[in-house]
């Protein structure tokens, strides 16, 4: 199984050539074309029963003098090719679509985001955007275990450790996010950094594979005895995994600073060169511990 652990120290690198560069620079202003307006779309399915969102909005321009917005009153439903579930706006959060809170995915199937009653670019013509993701087997957790480790001294910390058995059937994609006292410590995709494959360990067991890491230098990850650790192990498809990898690229710093510019990120929505953003299906496995180590 392949972890991406190594990603934030190269963007310290960065962040800190980019303060330094920056204290010898001259303010230079750069005319910046704006482009048209596109739907944003952002949704998810999960074996999770629970209200299912899908959030819909607009772009904006590259320094944010004319933001999007929010897109009110569309049509939304997600279909798996028998049951098509009706989404509501929640009259909380404009712009944020909701299924009933009885509504789960089921492994092996292939569900489609329809939405409808939508004029982004306000010619007066409605518009219809799709996007289907398969949702893959749940891959079901033993146990986890969490241990310290101040095995190197500039990065202090804990590791949560997998025993699982890889269900196998061909290549399987997985994110892992990490829960403190039933709080998500990654709630962003550019905290995403933790996703994996089975290369290497198809249908074999996990026994103590260590699969992520607390940091020491993060105070809601920190930990103490009787603290509840929960890892979630998601089983993702490759379309996603590499949607997550184009988000973080483009979200922190270049590599090196004079990198060539920015690309789009992937999507599945379609028409896709009227929209941006990413509808996806994912099984979800959890399971937790008590720390008790001093």
């Not at 090719?81 to 492994?107: A, I, M, Q």
Request: glycine content about 8%; proline content about 4%; hydrophobic content about 35%.
């Amino acid at each position: 199984m392949k972890i991406f652990h190594n990603i934030f120290p190269v963007l310290t690198i960065a962040l800190s050539t980019m303060i330094i560069l920056g204290s010898c620079s001259e303010k230079v202003d750069f005319p910046l074309e704006n482009t048209y307006v596109r739907l944003v779309v952002y949704g998810e399915m999960t074996t999770d029963t629970m209200a299912h969102t899908v959030k819909l909005s607009k772009s904006g321009d590259a320094l944010n003098e004319y933001p999007g917005g929010t897109v009110s009153n569309a049509s939304v439903t997600i279909s798996d090719g028998s049951n098509v579930f009706t989404l509501h706006e929640s009259l909380k959060k404009l712009g944020v679509y909701e299924t009933d809170s009885s509504v789960y995915g089921v492994p092996d199937r292939t569900y489609t985001l329809h939405i409808s009653n939508v004029d982004v670019n306000g010619d007066g013509v409605m518009e219809e955007y799709t996007a289907s993701s398969f949702l893959p087997k749940e891959d079901p957790i033993d146990s986890i275990t969490v241990i310290s480790d101040n095995s190197n001294p500039h990065f202090k910390g804990w590791l949560i450790n997998l025993f699982a058995q890889e269900i196998g059937g061909g290549r399987n994609f997985y994110l892992m996010k990490a829960y403190k006292n039933d709080i998500l410590l990654t709630d962003s995709i550019y905290e995403y950094t933790n996703f994996a494959d089975n290369t290497g360990f198809e249908g074999k067991y996990y026994d103590g594979f260590s699969v992520y890491r607390l940091s020491n230098d993060k105070l809601d990850e920190r930990l103490t005895k009787g603290d509840k650790v929960t890892l979630e192990m998601d089983g993702i498809t490759q379309d996603y995994e590499n949607y997550i990898l184009g988000f973080i690229l483009e979200y922190y710093p270049k590599i090196p600073i004079f990198s060539g510019p920015s690309a789009n990120v992937p999507t599945n929505i379609v028409p896709k060169d009227k929209a941006v953003g990413f509808f996806t299906a994912y099984s979800v496995y959890r399971k937790s511990v008590v720390y008790n180590e001093e």
